[in-house]
Structure formats: C-alpha cells, structure tokens
C-alpha cells in the first residue's frame, strides 16, 4: 500500500466551479500535512499548509481527518490559472523533515 | 532572493553512462534534499543533507547513486552507472531547517533520459 494516496484525476472543471478532492495516509503518525501544487514540467510550490482545525486561503480550503486519515483540498470559483497537479504531502513525526509526497491530482480548469 | 539553482536543466545518456547533477541551495539554508520524480508519480526523497552531514539516505541506491555537500553549501549527486530505470526529473530542495513548519523550496529539476 502506497503511503500517501490520491485520485490521478484528472478533474475537468468548469471556470468558476468548485472542485474538491481527497488523499489518504497510512502513517497513523504523521505530523504535519501539505498542499504542494506542481505546473507541468515546473518544480513543486507549496500551496498550503494543513491544520488540524481546517484552514481557508483565499479560494482554497484544506481540512484534515486525523480518525479517518484523509486530507481534502477544495478550490471556489476556479480560474484557468488553477489547471496543475496538486500533491498531497505528509510528514510523519518520526522523520527530520522527510517528506511523503502522493502522485498528484491534475485538475484541469476549462474556459 | 534567489532560489535553488540546479544544472543542467537536461541531460541524455546512455545506460552504463555515468552523470552528475550540481545543486546551489537558498542562501543560509542548512537542510539539502535530493528527490528523484519519475514520470506520474511524486518526488521520492533520494537524500537529505543538514549541514554537511547526511541525515537520510535510505532510499538512495548506494550502489549507482552518491551526493556529497562537502561544505555544507552546494551539493552534486552523482549516478554511475545508469540505468533505463533513472530516467526522472532530479529536484533539489533546501529548507532553513529540518522538520516542523519549515518550507521546502525546490529548484527546477534536471530531467534526466537514460537510453
């Protein structure tokens, strides 16, 4: 079993729908949780950050689920702009810092 | 600020070959990665350097791979010889720290294909 895992996707979404997606863990230990966001043939950016109470930053939301080991990243009124693939990045408590990336969830944002 | 720089951007060998890539983290930051991104998947932490030392090699394949960070600054990463199997993108992050909130930056990558 993969320890990060996402739905390649690709989700095609109207300009100025909403879209949402999941990852699962299975490291029931993991620390810290990410939104990485990488353009084709671009490097990973960090998107978000994701806390435990869920969190906003402008038209995405993130929201983690420690019992069912899932996080979720949900994007309002999506721009062109938002067409990339959207890692799910998790670091468990007993690395320094080791990063566990999924394989991405493309989102394709369609005028 | 400047970013991570890597080089080169694209490398093509043959199998049996041997290459090396060449990392410049942001400046003062003490942690180095190196992960390897194949073709639809995500990065996969190849090594972790804080300082000049090595904090996390385990998934690096000691016996064709090798990174140094020699003063705790630049780092290579070096594969002798290749195989078909490392055609990937070759990221290198840094992070002021390890651990925590601390952010990974990541360079451009070099895309590596292995014939």
């Known amino acids: 079993r993969k320890e990060v895992e996402q739905d390649p996707g690709p989700f095609n979404v109207p300009e100025g729908a909403t879209v949402a997606f999941n990852c699962t863990y299975s490291?029931?230990?993991?620390?810290?949780f990410f939104w990485y966001r990488q353009d084709c043939r671009k490097e990973p950016k960090l998107l978000m950050s994701?806390?435990?109470s869920g969190n906003e930053d402008g038209r995405f939301t993130a929201q983690l689920n420690r019992a069912s080991q899932y996080i979720s990243l949900l994007i309002r009124d999506s721009k062109l702009s938002d067409s990339a693939t959207y890692l799910c990045?998790?670091?468990?408590?007993?690395?320094?810092?080791?990063?566990?990336f999924g394989a991405g969830t493309q989102v394709v944002v369609t005028p | 600020e400047a970013g991570v720089a890597q080089s080169p951007r694209y490398k093509i060998i043959e199998k049996r070959q041997s290459v090396a890539f060449w990392c410049n983290p942001i400046?003062?930051?003490?942690?180095l990665y190196w992960y390897q991104q194949i073709l639809g998947q995500g990065p996969k932490l190849l090594i972790q350097?804080?300082?000049?030392?090595?904090?996390?090699d385990s998934q690096l394949p000691k016996d064709r791979f090798s990174a140094e960070r020699l003063k705790g600054v630049d780092s290579t990463l070096k594969i002798q010889p290749a195989k078909l199997e490392d055609s990937a993108v070759y990221l290198c992050?840094?992070?002021?720290?390890?651990?925590?909130?601390?952010?990974?930056?990541f360079g451009p990558g070099t895309r590596l294909t292995v014939l």
């Open positions: 992050a840094s992070s002021l720290g390890a651990g925590g909130a601390n952010e990974q930056f």
């Open positions: 490291n029931s230990a993991s620390q810290s």
């Open positions: 994701v806390y435990s």
């Open positions: 990045v998790v670091r468990p408590t007993d690395s320094w810092g080791k990063l566990q």
């Open positions: 400046s003062g930051h003490a942690t």
């Open positions: 350097f804080q300082n000049n030392g090595v904090v996390d």
